[in-house]
């Protein structure tokens, strides 16, 4: 449980407010646990001392304590689970600032899902524990002792009496939550299978349905669904238990009360009016002691719900500034040199780079290709630092990537992934995306360079027009486009295209790379291309097989080696062939 | 900023007497169930209320009047009440819940049933993720109507009938006194119920897009982290989780307040009973013991009211549940039966295309005036460059889809004029992504298909060279395919959907290559399997694989939905059309090895 004290710091920036809340607990419960007491005096005076202007008194007494006690119950909500839902607000603030330090190869490693499984119901659960959680036990605890004080004093044998089942109730509540909490994880697998099940059966489809085993998948789905009826009963069994047991415990207090109270009272040692608060304080206490089964409860959740948050937490932040890093690096010009590099993703696997040593000379302009899985991307991703090199260096005017300050680099290098990926925002947001402030003028150059003005202007909304499910759907072209001009707009030194124009037309591809050509004069870049009408012109050309460079040199060079980079060339031309036929 | 689906986020009407009386047609196998939670309801909540005016016995008879034993025998009488009351509400509970989960179990069997009938055509247009919302969560939703929203409305209404019942034997006029809160209480649970309902859509839409934040963000998370944009998306979440974080708060502020009132009424009410009754108490027209039972009856009463506002919920999500899955269920995307469908005896495997056309949208044909023939045991070869229809082809033949124009015809009889399921017993397809499901490799092949013996998965698996590799797994043939079969590699789960095809021994086989590379060595097994699937079947392949064009009677070259060239490949090679180059583009490297 000393996980839970993690949590103090955030507590600790709500102190005021907490405290606030704690005192209206205190104000709020005395109120509420004097109502009794005055029932007490008005029901006994009705028989000793018969006076209806007391009565009247004792009923306002009653209503204004009602009053009082309600107005704070109102501020004990405006204050506790307020700062509940701030610091909800902090915890989920650091964990998004965590994510965002994090690198990219555990975003590789691990599904969004499994990331937004704790984002959503960890953090909600241990807000559970510092809202509701806190103030349910501050609350619980002090009307116990208040109430047990008072209880005492009106009659300590009494208490004693009506008191014993109490806390079976509460045993009963914990006990039973937590199993009820264990039926309730059996029936969430079983609901997950459910779910996978129809998900696989709806995406396998063709196959059911030409082997005809549709009446086989429905069985199949029924004997599920039937496992699923029987656990969801299997937990109704206990949890059908709840209510009869609340009533059966507490009724049973009562009828001790009006046992042994009226027993008292006939024997002069009680009044009605005592009995009359004993009941009333019997039901005061009745929620706090389930509230005591539940809180345990919510307090293991949160406990478990931090384990897993923390796991994160620990997450390794692998790319990083650290000494190495040289602060007096504020510019870069585009010099890359990679020396003996080597890449693996992980040290159990094979080498997806192998001794790579090349140099591509500020404004020049690399072309790489070869075959899907051949370490084309990663090449490009140690550049950008999305990951850093297994052995060897990258030098970037000389000096060792590892020192360039983070933001200086990738705010240097311009990146048009192969994986179009834009956000669901306005095209100008999407394009401006790298760049601190809206800017016409940057937007119309970079938007003309990658061909793309002319969509926008065929959108209704130019370029407010918003991309995603709530706006209009870009085809193929047009996101790799916008992707390119999103690049450009960061005004970058290094400009790296991994395959960023499969999806374009050869037309509209030769205009954008004329374009680039005036662009790109005195900035570097690197073309990943499976079209050789886009890796022509290039000053050198490498072609990569097996995590090594087969070939290196100009179009002209490669093609009288008559090797990969001639066979790629001479079926483009027979692609080209057949689209006209 | 979010992708919340509008469709699922409607919220209705809390009753609607048409989708009602579907969901009631839901309920009618478990009439028994019914009539007996009806009776315990009854019984239940007479039980509660029965208690304060017991104890009014115990207080005005025996305590005032000092009658020892008489106080012993009503708290025995109190307790038995007590004990009857617990256990009558626990099989309650047990009973309405199983009625209810009975009727989500048929509800959500009938659906999945359903769904197995829709046409493919549906399947391509909706996401399957929605798919199985219906058949999961909305389904799902609907129990909290049928195992606690209807019940306990009932038993509510039951509980304040029968204390009505006994406070107005009790008192008519204290009665009124205490219930004269009544109508605040009323008017402030519709206030807050509405304002509730407001502020829970406001909380619900910013979680949404909160979360579709994150989603997203996780998803272009190197995107952000290439362009330098840390400090910005922190800035851009904060205002999102901000404003989250203000629905909730201002959620918070309507519960602060209506249970405080709640609170207050009740009390409210207890101070007029002390005054009201206990100036009739003064003038002794009324007993302290009716007091006592007044106080406790508020309380009593106070509850169900309070719970209303949750019970709309319940009732607004299960309508809008049940409307999406009776939309579901009323989609009639079926390819039909015929009603007489013709007997396919002594099935032969001619397949003859006459003049088809197809088009999967409206009249953008994908497929034009397609004919050709295949003969019984022969295999045809169908080579063309990515859309040129060759996999409309294929889904046509198993009628996963109507042909707009022409005929198909098998053994000579119109497709349409055989029942799907015959049709498809003749037929085993093999697709070139590989569909495993999760199971085991036994069940992957024989599908679950009971007939198919152990010993014919084996002898299937043998044949098309998938044992070698099966046998080695540790649990072998009942090894447990994960998920998407990520255990296996591509080259082996290919050669598992070809024992898959040939176990079925079907007179037509469908076959779609797969074009991914795979090692040597399972590329030679695979080679092998095919040959050995084809034989003695009818057989169209699209094809990727050098040996399987050249060991085909007939090359059929389809470009852009049309047939452009027939022969063998020697024919067609020396003819230097379509098929000249698209060999040289795809199947010559084959050569080589």
């Known amino acids: ?581 | 900023m979010s992708n919340i689906n509008k469709d699922d986020e409607i919220l209705g009407k809390a009753y609607d007497s048409k989708l009602m009386k579907r969901l009631l047609g839901f309920v009618k196998p478990y009439k028994k169930y019914v009539v007996i939670a009806i009776i315990m309801n009854v019984v239940v909540a007479a039980l509660g209320p029965l208690r304060p005016y017991l104890i009014k016995i115990a207080i005005d008879d025996y305590i005032v009047n000092s009658n020892y034993n008489g106080l012993v025998a009503i708290s025995a009488i109190l307790f038995v009440v007590l004990m009857f009351q617990a256990i009558v509400q626990y099989f309650l509970t047990y009973y309405t819940q199983l009625m209810g989960q009975n009727i989500i179990y048929d509800l959500r069997i009938k659906l999945f049933a359903h769904v197995q009938k829709l046409s493919l055509k549906y399947f391509d247009k909706t996401p399957i993720g929605r798919i199985v919302t219906r058949v999961t969560n909305d389904v799902e939703s609907l129990n909290e109507l049928f195992s606690s929203g209807i019940v306990t409305i009932f038993s509510d209404v039951f509980i304040i009938i029968w204390i009505l019942i006994f406070m107005f034997f009790m008192s008519w006029n204290l009665t009124l006194v205490s219930l004269s809160v009544l109508p605040i209480l009323f008017y402030a649970t519709f206030l807050f119920r509405k304002k509730v309902r407001e502020s829970y859509r406001d909380v619900r839409f910013q979680l949404a897009r909160l979360n579709s934040y994150m989603q997203e963000h996780i998803t272009g998370m190197s995107i952000i982290q290439l362009f330098s944009r840390e400090n910005r998306e922190k800035e851009v979440f904060s205002d999102i989780n901000d404003a989250h974080k203000t629905a909730n708060i201002d959620s918070i502020f309507y519960y602060a307040v209506f249970f405080p009132i709640v609170e207050i009424l009740s009390s409210g009410a207890v101070a007029l009973i002390i005054w009201y009754g206990g100036g009739n108490v003064i003038q002794g027209t009324m007993t302290i013991g009716v007091l006592f039972a007044f106080i406790q009856y508020t309380e009593m009463f106070f509850r169900p009211i309070r719970d209303l506002s949750e019970k709309y919920n319940v009732m607004q999500t299960a309508m809008a549940s049940s409307e999406r899955i009776f939309k579901l269920l009323d989609n009639s995307k079926i390819i039909q039966n015929p009603n007489s469908p013709k007997p396919l005896v002594n099935f032969k495997g001619n397949v003859d295309f006459k003049n088809v056309w197809f088009a999967y949208n409206n009249e953008e044909y994908v497929l034009k005036d397609i004919s050709f023939s295949v003969n019984a045991g022969e295999t045809v070869a169908i080579v063309g460059a990515t859309g040129a229809g060759k996999s409309s082809i294929i889904n046509l033949l198993n009628r996963f889809y109507d042909i707009n124009k022409g005929q198909i015809l098998v053994d000579g009889i119109d497709l349409r004029e055989l029942s799907k399921e015959d049709l498809r017993n003749q037929i085993s397809i093999v697709l070139q992504d590989v569909f495993l499901f999760s199971g085991t490799i036994a069940s992957n092949i024989n599908l679950g298909d009971e007939s198919i013996t152990k010993e014919q998965i084996i002898e299937a698996a043998k044949i098309v060279g998938a044992d070698s590799f099966i046998s080695k797994l540790p649990s072998q043939y009942n090894e447990e395919v994960k998920e998407k079969g990520a255990t296996l590699s591509v080259g082996q789960k290919q050669l598992v959907s070809f024992a898959r095809a040939l176990v079925f021994n079907p007179r037509i086989l469908i076959l779609d290559e797969a074009t991914s590379s795979v090692d040597t060595e399972t590329e030679n097994l695979i080679q092998k399997a095919i040959q050995k699937l084809l034989v003695g079947r009818t057989s169209i392949v699209i094809a990727h694989r050098l040996s399987t064009i050249q060991n085909s009677d007939k090359i059929i070259v389809l470009h852009k939905g049309e047939i452009k060239e027939v022969g063998t490949h020697q024919q067609l090679l020396s003819k230097k059309g379509i098929y000249y180059k698209l060999y040289q583009l795809q199947y010559k490297d084959q050569e080589i090895k």
């Open chain 1, 1 to 581: 449980m000393t996980r839970l004290f993690t949590l103090n710091k955030y507590f600790k920036k709500y102190k005021g407010k907490m405290s606030l809340g704690i005192l209206f607990i205190l104000i709020s419960d005395i109120a509420q646990v004097y109502i009794p007491l005055v029932l007490k005096d008005s029901i006994d005076s009705l028989k000793k001392n018969p006076n209806i202007e007391l009565i009247i008194k004792y009923a306002l007494i009653i209503f204004a304590l009602a009053v009082l006690s309600g107005f704070f119950r109102y501020m004990i909500r405006q204050t506790i689970i307020v700062v509940s839902r701030k610091i909800e607000f902090d915890i989920r603030q650091d964990f998004w600032t965590h994510l965002l330090r994090l690198s990219h190869r555990y975003f590789q490693n691990t599904s969004t899902g499994n990331i937004m499984a704790h984002a959503t119901n960890d953090i909600s659960a241990v807000r559970m524990y510092v809202g509701p959680a806190v103030m349910y036990s501050i609350d619980t605890s002090v009307k116990f002792i208040v109430v047990i004080i008072i209880m005492l004093s009106l009659s300590p044998i009494l208490t004693v009496y009506t008191l014993i089942p109490l806390p079976i109730l509460s045993y009963f509540v914990y006990k039973l939550s937590k199993k009820i909490h264990k039926k309730f994880t059996l029936i969430q697998e079983k609901f997950s299978d459910i779910t996978t099940m129809a998900q696989e059966n709806f995406s396998g489809m063709r196959i059911i349905k030409s082997y005809v085993r549709e009446i086989f998948e429905i069985e199949k789905f029924a004997k599920e669904s039937s496992e699923y009826r029987k656990r969801n009963m299997d937990k109704i069994k206990i949890q059908a238990l709840f209510a009869p047991l609340l009533f059966l415990i507490t009724g049973t207090s009562i009828i001790i009360l009006i046992l042994v109270g009226g027993n008292m009272i006939i024997d002069g040692k009680l009044t009605l009016g005592d009995i009359a608060a004993f009941m009333f304080y019997l039901g005061l206490l009745i929620w706090p002691t389930i509230a005591f089964g539940w809180v345990a409860n919510i307090v293991q959740q949160a406990d478990a719900s931090l384990k897993r948050l923390q796991t994160i937490y620990n997450e390794e932040i692998e790319i990083k500034e650290n000494s190495d890093t040289d602060k007096s690096i504020t510019k870069i010009n585009g010099t890359i040199k990679f020396e003996n590099v080597t890449f693996k993703y992980m040290d159990n696997l094979p080498e997806v780079l192998s001794n790579i040593s090349i140099e591509i000379p500020q404004g020049s302009t690399l072309a790489i290709v070869g075959h899907t899985g051949v370490g084309k991307t990663s090449f490009v991703n140690l550049i950008s630092r999305l990951f850093d090199v297994s052995s060897g260096r990258i030098l970037i005017d000389g000096n060792d990537i590892k020192s360039i300050p983070l933001n200086i680099l990738r705010e240097n290098v311009g990146m048009v992934p192969q994986e179009t990926f834009l956000f669901s925002d306005s095209l100008q947001n999407n394009i401006l995306y790298g760049v601190e402030k809206a800017n016409t003028e940057l937007l119309n150059k970079v938007s003309d360079i990658s061909q793309l003005t002319k969509d926008v202007n065929d959108f209704p909304q130019k370029f407010n027009t918003v991309l995603g499910e709530r706006g209009i759907t870009l085809s193929g072209g047009q996101k790799q486009r916008t992707c390119l001009a999103r690049a450009l707009a960061i005004n970058p030194k290094i400009l790296i295209l991994d395959d960023s124009f499969s999806a374009v037309d050869t037309k509209t591809e030769e205009e954008i790379l004329v374009n680039l050509k005036e662009f790109m004069k005195d900035r570097t870049s690197i073309i990943i291309s499976h079209r050789i009408s886009t890796v022509k012109d290039a000053d050198n050309i490498i072609v990569l097989e097996n995590g090594i460079i087969k070939e290196q040199g100009t179009h002209e060079k490669l093609l009288e080696l008559g090797g990969i980079y001639y066979d790629i060339h001479y079926k483009q031309l027979l692609e080209e062939e057949l689209e006209k036929e």
